[in-house]
């Protein structure tokens, strides 16, 4: 590093990594769509764009390796990013042999979130450990209560029975626990607010 530069903070350059991934997903998915005749062909040979991709991941690291100067590494962090977007949107292609498959859009949007969710916990790590700490066991089945109901309610499909009823089972039982988390909360408050007015 050059003296004078400001070290760069590993979340930034994530950050920026994640908003190179995404826009260059987005540019090579819409631009696929529009335009699936052109095909980039040398020798005989479809040359994808993932292959590109993967050059500039390789010239991305190159750079941050070998020079690791603030004003270098974060354009080699957007290079990596751009490369990293269109080798997502093959993804599908590489799995499968079928561009159009929607597991590329699954993949994508899994990747996003788990390093979303990566970069929050990391930034507000403490807060959480905190919170976690801080979390009663009735509490936390409470939460669960609430993320079952909500998922099984979206896996009622109307149309295979056996699903069907593993997801009612589901948010009934998620909604038995909700209920029980309140009515112990409401006892809860009614004591609290009974030796309150006694003492």
């Known amino acids: 590093m050059v003296s004078g530069e400001k070290p760069v903070k590993p979340e930034s350059l994530t950050v920026l990594a994640l908003f190179s991934f995404a826009i260059s997903f987005a540019i090579a998915r819409t631009f696929t769509t529009l335009h699936r005749n052109i095909i980039l062909k040398i020798g005989g040979f479809h040359v994808h764009h993932f292959y590109y991709g993967m050059i500039l991941i390789a010239i991305g690291l190159c750079l941050v390796l070998a020079l690791r100067q603030e004003r270098i590494v974060r354009p080699a962090v957007v290079l990596i990013g751009s490369g990293g977007g269109l080798i997502g949107d093959e993804?599908?292609?590489?799995?499968?042999?079928?561009?159009?498959?929607?597991i590329t859009y699954t993949v994508v949007i899994f990747f996003l979130a788990f390093v979303s969710i990566g970069l929050l916990f990391k930034r507000y790590s403490k807060t959480i450990?905190?919170?976690?700490?801080?979390?009663?066991?009735s509490r936390a089945t409470f939460y669960f209560g609430i993320i079952l109901a909500t998922v099984s309610i979206a896996f009622l499909t109307r149309r295979n029975l056996f699903i069907d009823f593993i997801a009612a089972t589901t948010?009934?039982?998620?909604?038995?626990?909700?209920?029980?988390?309140?009515?112990?909360?409401?006892r809860t408050k009614r004591r609290h607010n009974s030796k309150v007015t006694i003492g």
């Open 91 to 102: 993804v599908g292609l590489i799995l499968t042999g079928n561009y159009w498959t929607g």
């Open 171 to 186: 948010t009934a039982a998620a909604c038995i626990i909700i209920i029980v988390y309140i009515i112990q909360r409401i």
């Open 129 to 137: 450990s905190e919170d976690i700490r801080g979390l009663t066991l």
